[in-house]
């Protein structure tokens, strides 16, 4: 499945628009984490433990993007875009999604 963030597929004709695809997920880290997360604030710097989350994140929703477009026949899906919200105080949603298209 090819995935990309532009209109088009280099060097590929769209032969068909199949529709939105999307794929989410919702994390939380477990209060250890949370707790250091929370001690990484007071010094600075990056909170790799919130980092390696929400790249955990992008990728499962991707997949989950990539596995609906399939469904449909796609060969690819273009234009894909990420949202975030916060779901609860200790949990977010990233969603990924995107046009299902059939190529040439």
């Known amino acids: 499945m090819i995935i990309v963030n532009t209109p088009e597929v280099p060097g590929r004709r769209v032969t068909a628009a199949l529709g939105l695809v999307m794929g989410s997920t919702v994390r939380s880290k477990h209060i250890g984490k949370d707790i250091t997360a929370g001690l ?4 600075g710097g ?9 790249e955990e994140a992008r990728k499962e929703a991707l997949r989950r993007m990539a596995k609906e477009a399939q469904a449909l026949g796609a060969d690819a899906v273009v234009n894909v875009r990420f949202a975030t919200s916060q779901t609860m105080s200790t949990a977010a949603e990233l969603l990924a999604y995107g046009t299902a298209v059939r190529l040439e």
């Open 46 to 54: 990056e909170i790799k433990e919130y980092t390696e989350m929400l």
């Open 40 to 43: 990484r604030t007071l010094v």
